[in-house]
């Protein structure tokens, strides 16, 4: 093989550059570290007798032949199976819509449900409205269709009303997408007033449930459950890639979103389904989360996410408008907040480290992400090195 650099492809890669340059972070060993860094709110990969549980089931399938590792084919042709079937009806059951749809991954969802949506409308006609924090795979279609987004600010639905009056015509298809908690921010969205508001308009409202799907709203449903009752032009999406533990991405809808979805989502008819193994280990955790069992994990994650965002805030630090599981810690520049994550880790405490583009400029921050099997006696070491860390930078700052 030739040297890298006189790749004419590999010199025009090299040459672009980056104001914040990327790279997959180092694999750690987490068995000494307290994990804040993770996605997986309900522990389903970490508490060893939920995970018990979960193989146990799974085997029995497996065992009985009930179950196959791969789809094999798209649902539309060899991919179709009971256990996909059966997953959709307990999230439309459970979500309170008519039906429900599952995609490959999260992002797959966003990006092609939303493309399907818009591609075949009139252009002229189509208004985004949408906040400003929200997710990049809710930013893809429109960019990939190259639609302008009128950005309101961050949950400020105040804002997205005086936006609405000011652009939405009476002939426009207007959109309205939000999420419900948010990813970055750890903010709640107010739905009951957004779709008051949507219902003006009577716009399509698609509300993202990634970070609430499995512990929050009824029996942690998320944070629509019901909502479809009140306003029906309503799209709801979700992951199974968090607090389910696994992969994969759904939607709630009507049957008639549904069926045109299958007609037009090219992200749903041209892949190969979920693997179906993997579709039943979601169905268990979703099936059982109405149980005592999960209701304590749940209680027990919103105890130390109080707790933790108590004492941040004793301590002064910024934590923004978090009101959830998701409790940012924002350090303005990347310098402050990648020593902060050194810090943290030197101390085998696991974060996330934010940085733009993800967030605006100069809210760079790390990222703590509450777990079900969190202990306080965990919450209070965090608390404790975060305290030091205060007074670190204070003596430091003396000296300089
Ligand atoms: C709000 C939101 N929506 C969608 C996604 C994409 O989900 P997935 O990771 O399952 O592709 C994410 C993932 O980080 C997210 O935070």
């Known amino acids: 093989m030739k040297n890298n650099t006189d790749n004419f492809w590999h010199n025009l890669m090299l040459n672009q550059k980056f104001e914040h340059p990327r790279k997959l972070p180092e694999i750690i060993n987490i068995e000494n570290m307290i994990d804040f860094c993770t996605n997986d709110y309900l522990g389903v990969n970490t508490i060893q007798e939920?995970?018990?549980?979960?193989?146990?089931?799974?085997?029995?399938?497996?065992?009985?032949?009930?179950?196959?590792?791969?789809?094999?084919?798209?649902r539309l042709l060899s991919g179709n199976t009971y256990s996909h079937l059966k997953l959709e009806q307990l999230i439309a059951k459970t979500k309170g819509s008519e039906s429900a749809l599952i995609f490959n991954s999260g992002y797959q969802t966003n990006s092609t449900v939303m493309t399907a949506l818009l591609k075949n409308l009139d252009k002229n006609k189509i208004k985004i409205f949408s906040d400003k924090a929200n997710h990049a795979s809710l930013h893809h279609a429109f960019q990939n269709l190259n639609l302008k987004q009128i950005r309101y600010a961050h949950n400020n639905l105040e804002h997205l009303d005086q936006r609405l009056k000011a652009y939405a015509q009476a002939d426009n298809y207007i959109f309205i997408i939000t999420e419900s908690i948010f990813g970055m921010e750890g903010d709640k969205t107010d739905l009951l007033k957004l779709v008051q508001i949507a219902s003006n308009y009577n716009a399509l409202v698609y509300i993202d449930e990634a970070h609430a799907t499995g512990i929050m709203g009824n029996n942690g449903y998320g944070l629509t459950s019901g909502l479809f009752d009140i306003y029906p032009n309503l799209i709801v999406m979700g992951t199974f890639s968090k607090a389910l533990g696994a992969g994969g991405g759904y939607i709630a809808c009507s049957k008639i979103i549904k069926n045109y979805l299958l007609n037009t989502c090219s992200g749903f008819i041209y892949s190969t389904a979920l693997s179906p193994i993997l579709t039943e280990a979601i169905y268990y955790v979703w099936s059982n989360l109405h149980t005592e069992y999960f209701s304590q994990l749940r209680k027990n994650l919103n105890d130390v996410a109080v707790y933790i965002r108590k004492s941040l805030q004793n301590l002064d630090f910024d934590i923004g408008v978090s009101n959830s599981h998701i409790i940012p810690i924002i350090l303005k520049d990347v310098e402050k907040s990648q020593k902060m994550y050194d810090y943290l880790l030197k101390n085998n405490i696991k974060t996330s480290h934010i940085r733009p583009p993800t967030v605006a400029p100069n809210t760079c921050r790390i990222r703590l992400s509450i777990c079900a099997n969190h202990s306080m006696a965990q919450a209070s070491k965090l608390i404790e090195i975060l305290e030091m860390s205060k007074s670190r930078a204070m003596i430091i700052n003396q000296l300089n």
């Open 50 to 74: 939920l995970k018990h549980n979960i193989n146990n089931y799974l085997t029995d399938l497996l065992q009985n032949d009930n179950v196959n590792i791969g789809a094999t084919g798209s």
